[in-house]
């Protein structure tokens, strides 16, 4: 439950909801460790995601990427959910692993 709760918060709380539960669980469960440090490095890349996106608006094709970035967040994330409460570890295709 926990590791869905880490990929799921990423939809609301950005990369602060992974962060809190990776702090609050990486001891106990190494599962609920690796998802929630899966799911920050992609909250992460997706903040970078959107900094670029920011930069890009002064030429006009940055207002395309705020709601593609969006979307991919939605999607991935509740796909990550869906696998972590399966009990099978996801891995974001394009996330940076900044967190190790």
């Not at 590791?3 to 106990?28: C, N, R, Y």
């Not at 992460?44 to 959107?50: A, E, M, N, R």
């Amino acid at each position: 439950m926990w590791g869905m709760l880490a990929h799921l918060s990423g939809i609301i709380f950005g990369f602060v909801g992974p962060l809190v539960i990776w702090l609050i669980q990486k001891e106990t469960m190494p599962f609920v460790n690796d998802q929630a440090k899966e799911a920050l490095n992609w909250q992460i890349t997706l903040v970078i995601g959107f900094v670029a996106a920011g930069v890009l608006s002064f030429v006009g094709i940055g207002f395309i990427l705020y709601p593609a970035l969006a979307i991919l967040n939605l999607v991935f994330c509740i796909m990550g959910g869906m696998k972590a409460n399966e009990g099978t570890a996801y891995r974001y295709p394009f996330s940076l692993k900044l967190v190790k």
